[in-house]
Nanobody
Framework: QVPLVESGGGSVQAGGSLRLSCTGS????????MGWFRQAPGKEREGVAAIAIRDGNTEYRDSVKGRFTVSQDNAKTTLYLQMNSLKPEDTAMYYC???????????????????WGQGTQVTVSS
């Protein structure tokens, strides 16, 4: 399988923006959904945003609604996460992942995803 590769992480001040990208050619051939997840030190990995590949339906965790936007390019080979109004509590390693099949109600559950990237660090300072 072609690996998923994230990029775009970095360090920003609170209120700033970052856009994460995740590439993995032809991930649509074997996946029904793509998601962004994050994990802070000492905490469990949590779902941030997810998108259904075919119809583009999206889900977000409550704490990022209105600030983060997940999208994919027309060729469906690149996944994005636009993060605005970043807060220190958004600091974490961010991962993209692909799920072969996942219901809409479970798209933010990391256990449903079977392909993962290596992660990109996002650090937000106050």
């Amino acid at each position: 399988q072609v690996p998923l590769v994230e990029s775009g992480g970095g360090s920003v001040q609170a209120g700033g923006s970052l856009r994460l990208s995740c590439t993995g050619s032809r991930y649509t051939y074997s996946s029904s959904a793509m998601g962004w997840f994050r994990q802070a030190p000492g905490k469990e990995r949590e779902g941030v945003a997810a998108i259904a590949i075919r119809d583009g339906n999206t889900e977000y965790r409550d704490s990022v609604k209105g600030r983060f936007t997940v999208s994919q390019d027309n060729a469906k080979t690149t996944l994005y996460l636009q993060m605005n109004s970043l807060k220190p509590e958004d600091t974490a390693m961010y991962y993209c992942a692909a799920a072969a099949f996942v219901s809409s109600s479970a798209r933010l559950d990391p256990r449903k995803y079977n392909r993962w990237g290596q992660g990109t660090q996002v650090t937000v300072s106050s």
